[in-house]
Every structure is written in C-alpha cells, then in structure tokens.
C-alpha cells in the first residue's frame, strides 16, 4: 500500500493532468477563433484614464501612444490623473495638449486615483492604461467590437515586454506571451480572471453600478476582474489588441512585484470566498474562485513537502559527512539521484511533454514577439528554473499575510 | 458551465485515463522487480542449498575439502550481499506495492542460516576468517541512519581491506522475524549500529575504522 506522501504526491499529478489537458482541449476546439476579432463600426464613445504616479521616465512617451490610437478623435477623451508624484509628471504631462489633467495633491493608491478619474470620465467605455504601457495602434478598435455583446462588462489586450535587454526581462517576455496565450483559453470557457492595469477596457454603466475598483485591494485589476464575473457580466480577452510595456529589471523588483500580485490574489480569494462553488455564479463560483484557490493551496502544499524533502536529505547528508569524518570513513558522496524509473517517471515525463505543448503553441501563436523565439535555451530555463520562483514568492505572500505587514 | 460543459468532463475522463495507465505502468514496473527479485532468491535459495549441502558433506565425510566449503560459503555470501544491493535499490523505486518487504524478510532468514553455517564450518574446518555480525535496522530515525550509512561504508572498506578473511553478514533487527529476534535476545542488542565480532565481541554504536581495523587484525 502506498504511504501518505505518495498519495498526496499521486493527487498533485492529478489535478496538474486535469489542468493541463483541459487547457489543451480548450485550446484544440478554438484554435481557430484565436483571432477572430472584427473591428467593430459602433465606435463607442471611450475615456481613456491613465493613472500616474512618479511616472517622469515613461508618461510622455504613453500618453503620445494613447493620442496616436486610431480612433476617432470626436470619439476618444484622455484622462490623466496624478496620484501625487514627487517627480516631474505633472509638469510633463502639463506640457502636453489634448489630455484633461487632474492633480489630485495625495497620493492614494491606483484604485482611488482610477476612481477618481471614473467620476470625471464621459464615456461609455472606459480604458485604463498604466503610465509606463503603450497600446499598440489599431488595439482600441479591435477590443471594442466585443461591447457589442451586452454580458461583456470587461475587455483586456496582449500585454508584451518591451525591456528584453537583460535575461529577467527575456523571462518575463515568454512569461507575459503564455500568460496571454492561456487568458485566451479560458476566455473560451468565461474564466478570464484578470483585467490587467497595462491597458483593459470597462463599460462604465457596470462600474458605476458595482462602485469601481476596491480600494482596500493591492490588486485592483484582478478584483475588478472577479466583481464582474460575480455580476454575472463577462470578462474578454483580445488576443490581437497589443501593448507594450517595462517589465522589472532587476531580481528584486521582480519580486517585489509579484509579491504584490500574490498578496492582493490571497485578499481577493478571502473577499470572494463565499463564491467558492456556488452554482449560481456560474463559471466564477464552479471553476475560477476554485481553481484559483486549489492552485494557491497546491503551490504552497508542494513547496513544503519539497523543502521538506530536500532538508532532510541535506541534513541526512550533514549527518554523513560528520560521522564519516569524525570515524575515519570514506567521505559519503552526496545524495545519489535514484534513476530506477517508477510511477513517477512517467507522469513527469507526461506533465512535462505536455507543458512543452503548451508553451510550443502558446509561444508559436504569440509569434509577433519582439523578442524571438529562436532562444530555445531562454525558454527551457523558464519552465526548469524560472517557474520554480513561484511558490517561494507564494510562500513569502502568505507570511506577509499572517503577519499582517501589507504595504505598497 | 453547460455550453463547454463537455470539455471538462472530457479533460476529467482523458486525465483518468492517463492517470490509471501511469500507476498501471508503474504497478506493472514495481511487480517486475519484484519478480526479478523473487527470481533471484530462488537461484540463490538453491544455490545456498547447494553450498550448505556440500558444506555438510565436506564437514562430515571429507574434512579434507574444507577449502572448498569454505570457498562456497563466501562465494554464497558475495551473491547475497548483491542482492541486498538490489533490493535497497528497487525498494527507493517502489512506491505503489509493499512486496519487497517480504523478499527482505527471505534475504535476512537466508543470512541467518548462512551465519550459522560460518560458525559450523569455521568450528569443524579449523578455519580462520572472521565472522563479522552487524546489527541495523531498516527503518532507523534520521541520526541512527546517518550512524548506519556511515558504519556499512566502514565495513564495506573494511570487507576490501580483509576480503575472503572477513564474513560480513548485516542482519535487520526490525524485520519481525523471530530468528533474529532470538539472536537479538541472546546477545542484548539494544541499539544499533551493533557489531559482534566472531560471537564473542559485542561493539555498540558507531565504530571507527581504526578500531575495527585494530579488532579484526588480533582475532
């Protein structure tokens, strides 16, 4: 009979496969819906808020990409709002015609300073963009025409890396590609759960009526996300509307970033744990409240049980290495990789051809990358060392989270 | 959920599938070094029914030929310790069945009898290796397998160093089996490591090499 280890071990695989394979389904039975977008005639009248704060470096350059949008003119209203930046924004974004500036004088966070430009927006549709992103030229035309269905209430665009210099924004240029890529897919089946800052599109009667982004929520794009699905309205995915963005240069950054992003995805799955398999909300309540929480708790699970894992094959090694010295025996060599093929074999072996799949299709359809994919050995350090970042930045969230020192 | 309700039920039913071929697999895997295993202990059970025979007989009937007894004797040890090595090896293998136990189980009783035989045949055959008995468990805590792994690597230098002259023969204390549990009452074995040296010396804990080394050359 097999130990308690091997049956957790076993249930991992399993809910991986099912993850795995039912992405891959999705994606075989739309493949070619991918790109279907049409540009829509009906061009609604949109207010385009760019929330600002510190953004001196970057502000000129996306509010440039904004008024070079092709959309009519009669028809578009940029809003920039300053969240109390010490730099220069303000006085370069004050130097540039055609934009309705607000300086608030505080700074409050991005939801408070999206709101704040919420109320003072005319449109429609409402876009938001972050003062370091550019939407490509023909992006707001394309995402509009999914309005023409009334369950939509959100619209997102491509989001791709435009710092590849260096080896960590190479990593997140693959990562942003397949976080794309796998945005679509669950697209497909309404589970699109974030609306990401770089450039998503509201309608506005929906956000009046659901009261705008939490405040309370470091992650404002993924909490929007939710509160639309919980009113039963849709989030959408054009995969063809693109903008560019920086990424973080550095290690730190990075995971400062990602801290962000986990620590505001634990608040949100505590704000809508009420959600987790009610029927009634549908696709939100069934699958992304679920699969989002069971991803969380099978992260950190397997973080443990590998520490755990390797501490006490270190610590055995520890222990060797000091009995063998203190009584004169042949130094013990390091723990020897058992290459004897077991249960488990296989199923790495199944997990991994079909993430490579995945990433090979993913990277294949994303193909206008600035980057180049010919970079076979990027890609395959991203799913052997890059992905194994994840739980330990999920792990340092959760400790942020008990301890209660959330704060950015 | 209704309108591709479908594709998750068909994901669900694709990773059942895959699911049970891999475990099948890996059951079929896991019986197969079993098998090979069981294999193994058959020729080797033979073998030492061979070798046991023919030390009977040289001990009885041909004192003579006591060399050639000998000879089998280590010749059967070599083959099981081996084996051991093997079944060590399967065992970190084998996750889904519990049947190396017992082949474990077979491989200690068989070390047993073959303890027995070296102190028969070294009494009647006047002959001068050492029996070397060492006391471990198979399930120990992280610091007792730590003593264990450093103690064998000792006593498989110690094998090189001594080779036909030293009969190594490791014996499991926690394999529930009564032969051992006699041997264990006999000779007070409360902790492991334990090593007994030719029935007499009993050494507890974790030797060194220069003490062992220092023991074996005056028996």
């Not at chain 1, 990277?363 to 395959?380: D, H, Q």
């Not at chain 2, 058959?42 to 001990?59: E, F, G, H, P």
Request: net charge neutral; glycine share 4%.
């Amino acid at each position: 009979m097999a130990d308690f280890l091997t049956i957790v071990y076993l249930f991992f695989i399993f809910v991986s496969l099912y993850s795995i394979f039912l992405i891959l389904l999705i994606f075989f039975r739309n493949k070619s819906e991918l790109y279907s977008d049409y540009i829509t005639e009906n061009f609604r009248h949109l207010s385009v808020i760019i929330p600002a704060y510190n953004k001196e470096d970057s502000i000129k350059q996306t509010i440039e990409a904004v008024q070079n949008v092709d959309y009519p003119k009669d028809k578009i209203e940029i809003i920039v709002v300053d969240d109390g930046s010490r730099d220069r924004t303000v006085e370069i974004a004050k130097g540039i015609k055609g934009i309705n500036l607000y300086v608030k004088g505080y700074n409050s966070g991005k939801s408070d300073t999206v709101n704040y430009g919420i109320k003072k927006a005319k449109g429609e549709i409402i876009a938001v963009i972050d003062a370091d992103s550019c939407p490509e030229k023909d992006s707001f035309k394309k995402m509009m025409n999914y309005f023409d269905d009334p369950e939509t209430g959100a619209v997102t665009a491509t989001c791709y890396v435009r710092n590849t210099e260096k080896v960590i924004g190479k990593l997140q240029s693959i990562e942003y590609f397949l976080i794309a890529f796998g945005r679509k897919i669950l697209d497909f089946v309404d589970s699109v759960y974030v609306t990401p800052g770089s450039l998503s599109m509201y309608r506005k009667k929906l956000l009046d009526e659901i009261g705008g982004f939490d405040t309370n929520n470091i992650t404002e794009d993924i909490e929007i996300a939710w509160k639309i699905l919980k009113n039963k309205y849709k989030n959408r995915m054009c995969l063809s509307a693109r903008v560019s963005t920086d990424v973080p240069d550095t290690l730190r950054k990075w995971w400062k970033q990602r801290l962000r992003w986990n620590v505001g995805g634990f608040q949100t799955v505590h704000k809508y744990r009420n959600s987790f398999f009610r029927k009634s909300q549908k696709m939100f309540g069934l699958f992304v409240v679920p699969r989002f929480f069971i991803s969380h708790v099978l992260s950190i699970t397997g973080f443990f049980i590998f520490t755990y894992l390797i501490g006490k094959k270190l610590f055995e090694w520890g222990l060797n290495l000091f009995y063998s010295y203190q009584n004169g025996a042949t130094l013990i060599e390091a723990p020897s990789l058992f290459l004897t093929p077991n249960v488990f074999t296989f199923f790495i072996l199944v997990l991994f051809v079909f993430t490579l799949i995945f990433t090979y299709y993913g990277l294949k359809i994303m193909n206008k990358s600035p980057m180049g994919f010919k970079a076979n050995a990027t890609v395959l350090f991203y799913l052997l060392f890059y992905l194994t970042l994840y739980p330990l930045v999920l792990l340092h969230s959760l400790y942020v989270i008990i301890t209660g020192d959330i704060k950015w | 959920m209704v309108r591709y309700g479908d594709l998750f039920l068909k994901a669900l039913i694709l990773t059942i599938v895959v699911f049970l071929l891999g475990v099948f697999l890996g059951y079929a895997l896991e019986r197969n070094r079993v098998n090979d295993i069981e294999e193994q202990f058959q020729i080797i059970d033979l073998n030492w029914d061979d070798a046991r025979l023919q030390s009977l007989y040289y001990q009885n009937l041909e004192p003579r030929f006591c060399d050639s007894a000998i000879e089998e004797n280590l010749d059967f040890a070599d083959k099981a310790y081996q084996e051991g090595l093997k079944i060590e090896e399967y065992e970190q293998a084998n996750f889904l069945t519990n049947d190396l136990e017992l082949e474990k189980r077979k491989y200690a009783l068989l070390k047993v009898e073959f303890w027995l035989n070296s102190i028969v045949l070294r009494n009647k055959c006047d002959a001068d290796y050492i029996n070397l008995v060492y006391f471990f468990k198979n399930k120990p805590d992280l610091e007792t397998e730590a003593k264990q792994n450093t103690q064998s690597e000792i006593l498989k230098e110690l094998k090189e160093k001594y080779g036909k002259k030293l009969m190594l023969i490791p014996l499991p204390i926690d394999g529930d089996i009564s032969m051992i549990n006699i041997m264990e009452t006999t000779y007070n074995i409360s902790i492991v490591p334990t090593i007994l040296i030719n029935e007499k010396r009993k050494l507890e804990g974790l030797q060194s090499l220069d003490e062992l080394d220092l023991l074996i050359s005056y028996e």
